[in-house]
């Protein structure tokens, strides 16, 4: 049966939850996009129509309906080696820092979305732990428990390793026996240097112990307001360490937000140490 639109009260009072649940903003251009979306809830619940999904919203107490409709609303995009040069970046900085004598290095990708940002990482940091009494970390964090649980498989279909370079590819990744088709698992020991972790950005202070040596947080500031962007760039710069560095997407600039920072290059910030710019 052809289930009817959502009309325009309805529209508001999803866009009005996802607002205060994840800080997503839904301009009325993405009305088709949300319909078409909630309508998979629709079928998956067996809910005739929009009136009824958003009765169900209302008394879902445990907040599970709530993960599901965030998970079908945010937008996921991402691939192996996104905005290359950030990663061209990390490799000359971690050398740097690990010749001034540096031994312990943390990360954190925040939004990692299906992982492919953090093994992205990974791969570019883990050469170096083969230098002895090297610890880094990475931590990976999204709102999103559908990506997470993806990430932590760390199972992709072929044609997303495309932009992994091949000797990498040969390192990193075996073929999965377990799925069927052209599948490929990222290796144990990859594995090992990432931790997963679901955050909402919205839900402030952040529960983790800095301090970062360097957070990518890359396209998800694109969907908050500027209250929400100011608030973020502020928690990182609380957990990222004096001279620490912040990316954020190419597209993404912190202009006017960025008074604990100094702009290195366009999306590279580096925390000064007295919180003033400069
Ligand atoms: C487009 S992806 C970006 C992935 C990766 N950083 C990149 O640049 O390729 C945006 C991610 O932000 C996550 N996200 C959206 N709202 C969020 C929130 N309030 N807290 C944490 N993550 C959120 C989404 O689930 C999604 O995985």
Redesign the pocket.
């Known amino acids: 049966m052809a289930i009817r639109g959502i009309d325009p009260r309805q529209f508001e009072f999803i866009r009005k939850l996802l607002y205060q649940q994840?800080?997503?903003v839904l301009t009325e251009r993405k009305r088709a996009l949300v319909e078409s979306r909630i309508t998979q809830r629709l079928r998956v619940l067996g809910l005739a129509d929009f009136a009824s999904y958003l009765e169900y919203l209302r008394r879902d107490a445990g907040g599970e309906e709530l993960v599901h409709l965030?998970d079908v609303i945010?937008?996921?995009?991402?691939?192996f080696f996104?905005?290359a040069d950030h990663f061209r970046m990390i490799k000359g900085l971690t050398e740097q820092w690990l010749d001034q004598g540096t031994d312990r290095l943390r990360f954190w990708?925040?939004?990692?979305?299906?992982g492919?940002?953090p093994y992205s990482l990974a791969m570019t940091l883990q050469p170096f732990l083969a230098r002895a009494g090297t610890d880094i970390r990475i931590l990976a964090?999204?709102?999103?428990t559908r990506?997470l649980a993806h990430a932590r498989a760390g199972v992709f279909d072929a044609e997303r390793l495309e932009t992994v370079p091949e000797s990498l590819r040969r390192r990193h990744f075996n073929r999965d026996s377990g799925s069927e088709g052209d599948r490929f698992a990222v290796t144990e020991d990859l594995k090992r240097l990432v931790m997963f972790h679901r955050?909402?950005?919205?839900r402030m202070p952040y529960p983790i112990r800095g301090s970062f040596d360097l957070i990518?947080?890359?396209?998800?500031m694109i969907?908050?307001d500027r209250t929400l962007r100011e608030k973020m760039v502020e928690e990182f710069a609380r957990l990222l360490k004096p001279g620490g560095f912040l990316m954020v997407?190419h597209a993404e600039t912190l202009i006017g937000m960025e008074k604990s920072f100094r702009t290195v290059r366009p999306s590279v910030y580096q925390r000064t140490s007295t919180g003033e710019n400069g």
Request: hydrophobic content about 30%; glycine content about 6%.
């Open positions: 994840t800080g997503i965030i945010s937008t996921n995009v991402t691939h996104r905005e990708s925040a939004a990692c979305s299906t492919e940002e964090t999204d709102i999103s990506v955050l909402n950005f919205t990518m947080c890359r396209n998800a969907y908050f997407g």
